[in-house]
């Protein structure tokens, strides 16, 4: 088991144990894709079909990753020397967290339905 953070498209960010593939499958709603891969300590995976399965904007993940990112998101640490997943970093909730108000200080609230066009222009 890691603990692992669910970012919904709402903006809503909780902390999740996850043990497995079956596991970040559920939380995404379908097959797994690593879609950022920062020098950080985190990565973050998505619904590999999400974007032709038209799921809705996660505006917050998107932020976080700078590109765009559709669907549940799944936040967890960087894989280790053996290719196992490991624990979210103590400190990622709060990026989100502080993130998140940036987004609704800035006008553009969690969710914002006008995100992804702003974002395009």
Partial sequence: MINAIRITPEGDASHIEIDGLADMQGVVDGYIELVFDPEDNYEIYVNEEGLLHGLPLN???????????????LVTGRADKNGDLTSVPKG??????????FMEISGQPVGHPRWDTIQDA
């Fill in 92 to 101: 990622i909730m709060k990026t989100l967290h502080m993130t998140s108000i």
């Fill in 59 to 73: 505006a917050l993940a998107s932020l976080i990753s700078g590109r765009r990112i559709v669907g549940t998101a």
